[in-house]
């Protein structure tokens, strides 16, 4: 395999991302999800090691549970053909967070890259890349508050 450290702008192509927050609104405390899509071009894959990898640009509205996610972390199924093993991105990706307690209401974007290892066994080539996403969402004035039982709130057990 040749390793490429340059693709003349070829990773732009590579691997497309679409991103989404569900929900797009949301309250104070309210906990949410990111979902990614990878799309590859035919002919491509991205190799599960070294391991994909999703990073965010922090962001004092959204606190997520760590500072990166890997492939593994998000339970991506590894196939494997011949000697070769890859990722199956059918299906989208979802990384969890929760809206900050002080999250200022408003618009807001949240950016982050996916940084992945691509390679072509037609072509005989391997290519370390990253491409970047962004998404955006809002915030309300709102706290968000557990629904609590209905036993609870009626006082009976």
Do not use: M
């Not at 979902?35 to 991205?46: A, E, H, S, T, W």
């Not at 066994?121 to 557990?146: A, H, I, L, M, P």
């Amino acid at each position: 395999f040749l390793f490429l450290s340059s693709a003349a702008g070829q990773n732009a192509e590579l691997l497309k991302i679409e991103s989404s927050i569900s929900p797009r609104r949301l309250s104070r405390g309210e906990g949410g999800k990111v979902v990614l899509k990878l799309g590859i071009q035919p002919g491509i894959r991205l190799s599960s090691q070294p391991s994909l990898t999703i990073e965010f640009t922090p962001i004092p509205e959204l606190v997520f549970p760590k500072d990166f996610f890997t492939a593994s972390d998000l339970g991506v199924e590894v196939l494997e053909e011949g000697n070769e093993r890859y990722l199956n991105l059918k299906a989208p990706l979802e990384l969890p967070f929760t809206v900050s307690p002080d999250a200022k209401p408003g618009s807001h974007i949240l950016e982050g890259k996916v940084k992945y290892f691509a390679r072509s066994q037609k072509e005989g080539w391997c290519y370390k890349s990253n491409s970047k996403f962004s998404v955006s969402f809002s915030t309300r004035q709102s706290v968000f508050r557990k629904k609590q039982p209905a036993a609870s709130r009626s006082g009976r057990s």
